[in-house]
């Protein structure tokens, strides 16, 4: 037999195997998921970002027909439970819901286990959360030109897992970090009023490792644009102070991004260093 009679014979036999093996794994990818989706966040249960988690999955499971199992793994500024999804395997079994320490920890920690950059392609934003300025009731402080002059002492928290606080009187509001006025929180003025042009958020959104198929990443995709218009995920967020969107990976991919620029560049002009 000639040499290319003898390749000829190979590729005849090897070009169905291909073709079958290629079949076969785009199959799997469109019957994505057959088996229930491990959701990991980076931070301790009952917190805000846990709390936006467990309702976006809640629905997202419902619509993807499998379980989503939410596994806290917080410490270390999150890059505990990072770093377990970036060695996960690509496949979109294993996913991360991060949270505004993923654009500021790369800057701060020196040496990790993995790379922002490299190691996780985004999904979906899920949610912008303003900061609220509180202080103990028993401080006169009413307005943020009281905290500005000095006279007291004063903490952001999270506009999310704040509103049980400050509706049941434990902290006083005296701002909030966003626009306008908060749904659950109407009494409450953002800080523009008096710092025009001031506007931060916390946000939370979800990442895959690197390489998980794109048709997987689709699918999560479409489902999470799907779960925060849910009516009864709308309400509860609305309760929460918590604003979300529709977005797609490369427009979450582009607001990460900005993150990361923006918080490299407080972490170097303000010197900030860890321990």
Request: no cysteine; hydrophobic share 45%; proline share 6%.
């Amino acid at each position: 037999m000639s040499y290319f009679s003898r390749r000829s014979v190979l590729g005849a036999f090897a070009a169905p195997v291909a073709a079958a093996v290629l079949t076969g794994a785009a199959r799997a990818q469109g019957d994505y998921p057959t088996r229930p989706v491990r959701w990991i966040v980076g931070f301790a249960a009952g917190g805000g970002n846990d709390v936006i988690a467990r309702i976006v999955a809640d629905k997202m499971g419902a619509s993807l027909g499998q379980s989503i199992v939410i596994e806290n793994r917080g410490g270390a500024g999150g890059t505990i439970g990072e770093e377990a999804v970036a060695k996960s395997a690509p496949d979109g079994y294993t996913i991360l819901h991060d949270a505004t320490a993923f654009s500021v920890n790369g800057s701060l920690y020196s040496s990790l286990a993995f790379d922002y950059r490299k190691d996780f392609d985004p999904v979906f934003l899920v949610a912008l959360v303003p900061n609220i300025l509180v202080v103990t009731p028993s401080v006169p402080a009413n307005t943020l030109a009281d905290v500005m002059a000095g006279q007291v002492k004063f903490f952001f928290a999270n506009g999310s897992s704040a509103v049980g606080l400050i509706k049941g009187g434990k902290v006083k509001a005296i701002a909030h970090t966003g626009k306008g006025r908060l749904a659950s929180l109407p009494d409450i003025p953002p800080m523009s009023d008096t710092l025009p042009g001031f506007e931060g958020y916390d946000w939370n959104g979800v990442f895959v490792p690197h390489g998980t198929p794109e048709p997987i990443v689709k699918k999560l995709n479409t489902a999470l644009n799907a779960a925060i218009v849910a009516p009864q995920v709308t309400a509860r967020f609305a309760e929460l102070n918590i604003e979300s969107r529709q977005n797609s990976p490369q427009e979450f991919r582009a607001y990460v991004e900005d993150q990361m620029a923006l918080w490299s560049r407080v972490v170097k002009e303000a010197n900030i260093k860890l321990g």
